[in-house]
């Protein structure tokens, strides 16, 4: 699939990955087959699938964002064990359409298992969708032209839109409840978020996808020097040399070495526990009133929309586009009211100022704080004690 609505659907790679219990995971096939797919076989087989039927998984490979389905079929093969693993998966410059192939994925991993080797339902789509990639330098290894999404238009909902099972973000507010205030604001401040599940891992992905969709804003020109919040999806012990560089990303694992590897993240989630090892941190794991009563209008205007598209009278809208322009309008408003305190003359933010924001003056005091230093906004806090920042 290609890099959003600016462009049709285009696949820059197709691979195949198998699982072999004398060699372990390995890609057995893909299209092209001059390309780069060194771990690409870790991160479309997740680690502790053998226990599971099915699963799916996004994942990110350099630039380019995959999706990859997984099927076990029983198999009487002493060679295999008894079991057949295989994940089928395709390569994009954007995770934004790839979702429109999901079915396609399931189809062909199960026919993969069947009627191992056959190919040509994969080439023949290949040939049909391909795409191109950039190499290491950024530039395309073809001359076909490459459309991107602008960077500084990511914050615009609909081109980062991503199609799931009806409900998900419905299951990921009911999932972590008044918590996912606390993800709101280390989504904010640009934290390094890993989730950790057992697999299944794609519905995991889908609350890697909703917490980048807590930290949207679309105020132009704000914090260009900000380092862009990352959807990394899957990651695995493969993946901690580059986690090892990143400053700001969201992702998800089924590793539990991770949870010891603190230099790695920030904030770390298993199952609804949101916790954080920095110090400085901590308090912003406490869920204050403003939180509550943020929390209590998202659900009300949930009731309102579930009210609506059951009398019939809206049935455009949905809850996704709800989940976002909450957030999105609560991040401008914040935003907003900094911008313009730090254009007045005495750049002076108030206990009324933070109120007026939808935050609690004393217990987001800490989070103001963070939120002025990632942003570089130059303001004077005056709620507690004075305190330049």
Not at 8 to 16: A, D, G
Not at 73 to 88: D, F, I, N
Not at 110 to 122: A, I, T, V
Not at 148 to 158: N, Q, V
Request: charged fraction near 20%.
């Amino acid at each position: 699939p290609g890099g959003g609505p600016f462009e049709p659907s285009t696949v820059s790679k197709f691979t195949r990955i198998i699982f072999c219990f004398s060699a372990g995971n390995m890609v057995e096939w893909c299209l092209p087959q001059d390309i780069d797919l060194e771990g690409v076989e870790f991160k479309s087989m997740a680690s502790g699938s053998h226990k599971i039927q099915s699963d799916f998984i996004y994942f990110r490979k350099g630039l380019c964002f995959g999706l990859a389905c997984f099927a076990n079929m029983p198999v009487e093969s002493e060679l295999e064990r008894g079991a057949r693993m295989k994940s089928v998966g395709i390569l994009s410059p954007s995770y934004t359409l790839l979702y429109r192939y999901m079915h396609f994925l399931e189809n062909q991993v199960r026919h993969q298992l069947e009627m191992p080797g056959h190919y040509s339902h994969l080439e023949a789509f290949y040939d049909d969708k391909k795409g191109v990639l950039p190499d290491s330098k950024g530039t395309s290894t073809s001359q076909q032209p490459v459309h991107w999404l602008p960077s500084i238009h990511r914050y615009m909902y609909p081109e980062m839109k991503i199609t799931h099972p009806a409900g998900c973000m419905s299951q990921f507010i009911k999932f972590f409840g008044e918590q996912i205030l606390v993800l709101w604001k280390f989504a904010l401040l640009r934290k390094r978020i890993l989730i950790f599940s057992p697999p299944p891992v794609g519905v995991v992905c889908y609350r890697v996808y909703c917490c980048c969709c807590l930290a949207n804003v679309s105020l132009p020109g704000l914090g260009g020097t900000v380092p862009e919040s990352k959807p990394f999806f899957y990651v695995n012990v493969a993946d901690i040399e580059m986690l090892e560089t990143e400053v700001s990303y969201v992702a998800c694992t089924t590793e539990k070495i991770f949870e010891e590897k603190r230099d790695l993240y920030d904030v770390y989630v298993d199952n609804q526990n949101v916790k954080t090892h920095h110090e400085h941190l901590q308090p912003l794991l406490k869920i204050n009133s403003a939180d509550k009563e943020k929390y209590r209008r998202l659900n009300d205007q949930r009731q309102m929309l579930m009210y609506s598209q059951e009398v019939g009278e809206d049935c455009s809208s949905c809850e996704e586009d709800l989940f976002i322009l909450f957030f999105m309008e609560q991040n401008n408003r914040i935003f907003q009211t900094l911008m313009e305190v730090s254009a007045s003359q005495d750049k002076t933010l108030t206990a009324d100022h933070a109120r007026g924001m939808g935050l609690d003056p004393q217990g987001d005091r800490s989070f103001l704080m963070d939120l002025l230093e990632v942003y570089g906004i130059d303001v004077m806090l005056v709620i507690d004690n004075p305190c330049c920042t």
